[in-house]
């Protein structure tokens, strides 16, 4: 007799259903929260900070830009104003009036351009053979080479004047030019390039070698490109330098129209001797134009030629 056994199924484990991923829970968020805020407070109040800190060195430019256009009463007047209760542009016109202002500011402009290019060249090729090229008295040249930032400008200024003056060159810009590029102005330059030099991996030289480059060909084509932090950081030294020069003009030059801008300043006073104060900062406001440029354009590079500037010794 067969019988027919209907076997019911065999229920399995019991399987829940996914769970899904829901938010983590409250409790972590606020650590991560308050990681997260940390940085913005710390940045909040630094960049606080630096505003502050940077009030004693923006005010006076502030001042100098918005007393240009006050007249000489307001100028002087007590409380000080901030900005001018009439704004007036009559001290720019008398800027180019009184004296030929735009002579002398081509004169500054075109000097600076010159002395920073002759002094990027000369410094350059000397701070490229003082780093590498070995030859006997190397060290002790150097060091030579840098008592010159030891000796003022007012030390020198009397033999210079009569070299000049023997030459015939007194009234003319090229003891503006020459005297620079090739004097102590640029030793600090030459430092600079040196220290940038000896920075760079020797490998560079030995694989322009294997490409058949030459002394000359290393430097041009390697040395020089890769050298453009510390060019910038050079170029800014000399134009600022150059742009302020005040004891040299005075002693070379004698006629307004070759005069640079730092004597040009000094001109502008009324019939009884005094300063005309709106006018001297109108002019010391156009003179700020070209450094504030220079600055803007390689203050990266500056940066950088600094930093690497003390790399080796």
């Known amino acids: 007799m067969r019988s027919d056994v209907t076997s019911a199924p065999v229920a399995g484990p019991a399987t829940d259903p996914p769970a899904l991923a829901g938010p983590p829970p409250a409790v972590g968020d606020v650590p991560a929260a308050r990681r997260r805020r940390r940085p913005r407070a710390v940045r ?3 960049v606080a900070l630096l505003v502050v800190l940077s009030v004693p060195f923006v005010f006076p ?12 009463s307001e100028i002087l007047r007590i409380p000080p104003t901030l900005w001018p209760h009439e704004v007036s542009w009559d001290a720019y016109a008398d800027v180019f009036a009184l004296q030929p202002f735009a002579q002398q500011y081509w004169n500054s402009l075109y000097i600076a351009a010159l ?12 701070g490229y053979a003082f780093a590498r090229i070995s030859f006997p008295g190397a060290n002790a ?8 930032m030891l000796v003022p400008a007012e030390v020198t200024i009397v033999p210079l004047f009569r070299m000049v003056n023997a030459l015939g060159l007194i009234d003319t810009h090229w003891p503006l030019i020459v005297v620079p590029i090739f004097g102590a102005p640029s030793v600090l330059a030459t430092f600079i390039m040196r220290q940038f030099f000896l920075g760079l991996p020797r490998e560079l030289e030995e694989a322009g070698r294997m490409d058949g480059l030459g002394r000359w060909g290393i430097f041009w084509r390697i040395a020089f490109p890769l050298a453009r932090p510390a060019v910038a950081a050079v170029a800014i030294f000399t134009f600022l330098k150059s742009w302020n020069l005040y004891l040299e003009p005075i002693v070379y030059l004698s006629s307004r129209e070759n005069f640079t801008l730092p004597q040009a300043l000094t001109q502008y ?3 009884y001797g005094g300063p005309m104060w709106n006018v001297q900062l109108a002019a010391t406001t156009l003179t700020v134009i070209p450094v ?12 950088q030629g600094l930093a690497h500037s003390g790399l080796k010794g």
């Open 141 to 148: 040249l150097f060091v030579l080479v840098l008592v010159g």
């Open 269 to 271: 006073v009324d019939a």
């Open 44 to 46: 909040g109040l630094l």
């Open 115 to 126: 002395v920073t290019a002759g002094t990027i060249l000369v410094a350059s090729l000397a």
């Open 292 to 303: 504030l440029a220079v600055f803007l354009v390689a203050q990266r590079q500056f940066v």
């Open 61 to 72: 430019t502030w001042w100098m830009a918005t007393s240009s256009l006050k007249p000489m």
